[in-house]
């Protein structure tokens, strides 16, 4: 199976270099910067599970289009439509399959309306990982790195791409991180969905670490009482996360002493491009589709595009 991974930051350098350890056949699309980086020292990996320095082949932009039968794409949400043209002529020049490593779902419905129905898998990931001023990708402690695919409930249903979803399942399960299939996959889509705009709309609406706020009078309080929000709206889209996932989450976003922030949150600090639009504003979207109320929600999304409103302004 050949491999197009699009961006080699710190998921796409991360899971991409693991499957090259395991020996598959894959290749890196990146700027040309990147390219010039890679070709000099390698892809190298910083992991509390090994280290390692491997040599990658590379593409441009400035490549012809080529075949492959799987792309990954593992760019920012805000990102999508350049990550979208780069990978257009590496899908028409084959039938290969493109499975996103993005956060939300809104990107679901624009891939597929693209590159066609049954061309696109569902898949998300959980690490804890950058890249360094070196071009190094550093997994920091925490969260072991795993990854998770499969087709969407429609396909399950017609039974499509039964063989190319299980070749991925074999590819994935011989590289060094946690892989699993999931079918369908929107629930595993929706449960993460459900973590990160929690931990997302209550760390950059207060500014502050998950410790901080608890520690706040009514800091654990507004925090459960917005993780009931967002289980109401994926509850009304069909797919409500089990109990014993929820108490998980429930754990990360009430710990005690937590240093935990989400990105966006880590994305604002440093006065950066933000994915308020893709986690928390379309999560509000879908509330009010569904006649579901989400008062915090709502003052999250108001927070996060004024922060953006700011930030564009002072680009001028």
């Known amino acids: 199976m050949k491999v197009l ?11 991409g270099g693991r499957l090259i350890e395991s020996g598959a056949n894959v290749t890196f699309l990146v700027r040309e910067r990147r390219a010039r980086q890679l070709a000099e020292h390698g892809l190298v990996i910083k992991s509390v599970v090994g280290d390692a320095t491997l040599p990658v082949r590379t593409l441009t932009a400035a490549d012809p289009g080529q075949p492959f039968d799987l792309l990954i794409l593992t760019c920012k949400s805000y990102d999508l439509p350049s990550a979208i043209e780069a990978a257009a002529p590496h899908m028409e020049a084959g039938g290969g399959l493109i499975l996103p490593l993005l956060n939300g779902m809104a990107h679901i419905d624009v891939l597929r309306a693209r590159f066609g129905q049954d061309r696109v898998l569902g898949g998300l990931c959980g690490i804890f990982a950058t890249l360094s001023p070196a071009g190094e990708v550093v997994q920091m402690a925490g969260l072991s790195p795993r990854l998770s695919f499969g087709r969407f409930k429609d396909q ?28 369908p996959i929107e629930q595993g889509l929706w449960e993460k969905w459900v973590a990160i705009a929690t931990l997302a ?12 706020i608890v520690s706040a009078d009514d800091g654990a309080a507004i925090t459960q009482e917005l993780l009931a929000e967002v289980v109401t709206v994926a509850s ?10 929820l108490a998980m989450v429930r754990g990360v976003v009430t710990a005690a002493g937590s240093d935990a922030t989400a990105s966006m949150f880590r994305d604002i600090q440093g006065g950066g491009a933000i994915e308020g639009e893709q986690i928390v504003g379309d999560l509000l979207r879908r509330a009010r589709g569904f006649g579901v109320a989400t008062p915090l929600l709502r003052v999250a999304n108001a927070h996060l595009q004024a922060y953006e409103a700011e930030r564009k302004k002072a680009a001028r």
């Open 5 to 15: 991974v699009i961006g080699a930051g710190g998921v796409g350098g991360y899971f």
């Open 156 to 183: 399950v249903e017609r039974g499509v791409l039964e063989a190319p979803a299980a070749a991925v399942e074999q590819l994935m399960g011989k590289a060094n991180f946690a892989s699993k299939r999931v079918e």
């Open 201 to 212: 709309a209550g760390t950059c609406l207060m500014r502050a670490s998950v410790g901080a």
């Open 236 to 245: 009304a889209a069909g797919y409500p996360p089990p109990e014993q996932y």
